[in-house]
DNA sequence: CTATTGACGACAT
DNA sequence: CATGTCGCCAATA
């Protein structure tokens, strides 16, 4: 397609149907709240599938727009970050989450 | 098709 | 609680 008349809020176009899952799952987490790969790994059928789902926020196609921030590691670390963890923690602190040593406060509280 | 890599997870020690 | 090892999946060379 790529004319104006787009319904999707995003071009997935050359994106392949596992990434475009991924950008869906995590685009729905509200501020405020976090989740995990391995959730969002299950949330698309895979829940074995973690390391995929960083990889493909990792390409991050649409970076400030999709909360990829929100989406941190089972253990409740924050995890890595494309433009480096030290921003992601910045990021998910604006939005009320509070990280202490790299973690998530109250993580299981804040699950989505 | 095979090998390597990577924003991970679970388990053992 | 910290570290090490194995497993699993998808993209890329």
């Known amino acids: 397609m790529r004319n104006s008349n787009s319904k ?7 994106l392949t149907s596992f990434e475009t899952s991924v950008l869906k799952v995590v685009w729905k987490i509200p501020k405020g709240k976090v989740t995990t790969y391995g959730q969002v790994a299950k949330k698309i059928g895979n829940p074995k599938s973690a390391r995929a789902v960083g990889n493909a926020l990792n390409k991050n196609p649409f970076a ?3 909360p990829c921030h929100r989406v941190i590691k089972g253990n409740g670390e924050v995890g890595g970050f494309a433009s480096g963890s030290k921003r992601k923690i910045m990021l998910l602190k604006k939005e009320g989450i509070i990280i202490i040593e790299g973690k998530v406060k109250d993580f ?3 699950q989505y």
Do not use: A, R
């Not at 999707?8 to 050359?14: I, R, V």
């Open 8 to 14: 999707s809020k995003f071009d997935f176009s050359g």
């Open 108 to 110: 299981g509280n804040k």
């Open 64 to 66: 400030p727009e999709i």
